[in-house]
Nanobody, 124 residues
């Protein structure tokens, strides 16, 4: 059984930073791409960032480019999202997702496994 568990969310002031973690179990972590998505109240889930299985290739949504950094530690089976210069519009539930293949993708239907989400709230 594949499981993804996010942690690291919380309340932060605008301009601050948070680091999200997502620990996985139940499959060969190093063989698959990973992604982060988010969903704000009243909005659809949107892509944030993705990283390929090796960790060398990444892709970001334009809204977070230059502020967020995705990384992974295959030995720890964990993917991270470092979020800097946070804005109130970054407020959302952040979800970790396990990809169907080794390559990066922003398409949510190409992720087979999802975590429960962690709340990030940015106050102005």
């Amino acid at each position: 059984q594949v499981q993804l568990a996010e942690s690291g969310g919380g309340l932060v002031q605008a301009g601050g930073s948070l680091r999200l973690s997502c620990e996985t179990s139940g499959r060969t972590f190093s063989a698959y791409a990973m992604g982060w998505f988010r969903q704000a109240p009243g909005k659809e889930r949107e892509f944030v960032a993705t990283i390929d299985s090796s960790g060398f290739s990444t892709m970001y949504a334009d809204s977070v480019k230059g502020r967020f950094t995705i990384s992974r530690d295959n030995a720890k089976k964990t993917v991270y999202l470092q979020m800097n210069s946070l804005r109130p519009e970054d407020t959302a539930i952040y979800y970790c997702a396990g990809g169907r293949s080794s390559v990066t993708t922003a398409r949510p239907w190409l992720y087979d496994f999802w975590g429960q989400g962690t709340q990030v709230t940015v106050s102005s």
